[in-house]
C-alpha cells in the first residue's frame, strides 16, 4: 500500500542553523509533491511545490529537493528563527488523482 | 484576495445528533476539498466538489456527505454523529483543477467539532 513517512520525532535546532526535513514515500510515482507548514489550532499553510522532473526548488530561506530513485523529499529551512518553529507536512498525489495525500508531519522547534 | 472562511469554528455535539460545517472557497478557486484532522490518523482526505459535483472521496462512511453550490461554496455534513468524529475539520479550496494545474491547498482555519 502506499505510505508516507515523516519523522514523528520533533527536531529541535539552534536558531541559525539549517533545519532539514525528511519525508519518504513508497509505492507512488507521483506527478510533484508538496510542503505545507501548520501551526497548533490552524490550517496547513501551502509553502513549495516540486515536480517529478525538478531536482531542487528554493523559496527565498526555503530549499526542497526531490529524489524520484530514492523517493525522498528534503525540506531545507536555512537560517533557522523561532517563528520557523511548526509542523512541516508533505504531500503526495494518490489513488489516480491530483488530490494530495498528507504524511503526518514533522514538528520542527527553533531555540533562540 | 480573501482567505478561505470556515464557519462555525467550534462545534459542541451529541452523540447521534447531525452537523453541518460551512465554506467560503477563495474568490476563483473551483475545487474544494475537506479534510478530517486528528493526533491519530492525521490529516485524511473526505472528498473534493469541482463545479457542484463530487468529483474526489476518501475513505470515509455515508454519514459524511458534503455539496457545492453554484458560487463554489461548500457544505460538509455529519450524520448520526460518534464520540471518534471528534476532530479538526478543514477545508481547502485550489485553483482551477485542470491538467497543469497541481492541486495546491489553501486551507481555511477549521472547524473544532467536539462530539460528546
Known amino acids: 500500500s502506499q505510505k508516507i513517512e515523516q519523522n514523528s520525532e520533533a527536531l529541535n535546532i539552534q536558531e541559525g542553523k539549517t533545519a532539514t526535513l525528511t519525508c519518504n514515500y513508497t509505492n507512488y510515482s507521483p506527478a510533484y509533491l508538496q510542503w505545507y507548514r501548520q501551526d497548533p489550532g490552524r490550517g496547513p499553510v501551502f509553502l513549495l511545490l516540486?515536480?517529478?522532473?525538478?531536482k531542487e526548488k528554493r523559496k527565498e530561506r526555503l530549499k526542497v529537493t526531490f529524489d524520484t530513485t530514492l523517493k525522498q523529499s528534503l525540506f531545507h529551512i536555512t537560517a533557522s528563527q523561532p517563528a520557523d518553529s511548526a509542523t512541516y507536512l508533505c504531500a503526495l498525489p494518490s489513488g489516480g488523482s491530483y488530490i494530495p495525500t498528507f504524511g503526518r508531519g514533522t514538528s520542527l522547534i527553533v531555540h533562540p | 484576495k480573501a482567505g478561505v472562511t470556515q464557519t462555525p469554528r467550534y462545534l459542541i455535539k451529541t452523540r447521534g445528533q447531525q452537523v453541518t460545517l460551512s465554506c467560503s472557497p477563495i474568490?476563483?478557486?473551483?475545487?474544494v476539498s475537506w479534510y478530517q484532522q486528528t493526533p491519530g490518523q492525521g490529516l485524511q482526505f473526505l472528498f473534493e466538489y469541482f463545479s457542484e459535483t463530487q468529483r474526489n472521496k476518501g475513505n470515509f462512511p455515508g454519514r459524511f456527505s458534503g455539496r457545492q453550490f453554484s458560487n463554489s461554496r461548500s457544505e460538509m455534513n455529519v450524520s448520526t454523529l460518534e464520540l471518534g468524529d471528534s476532530a479538526l475539520y478543514l477545508c481547502?479550496?485550489?485553483?482551477?483543477?485542470?491538467?497543469?494545474?497541481?492541486?495546491?491547498?489553501?486551507f481555511g482555519p477549521g472547524t473544532r467539532l467536539t462530539v460528546t
Open positions: 516540486i515536480r517529478e522532473n525538478e
Open positions: 474568490s476563483g478557486h473551483r475545487s
Open positions: 481547502a479550496s485550489s485553483p482551477l483543477g485542470d491538467s497543469g494545474s497541481f492541486y495546491e491547498q489553501y
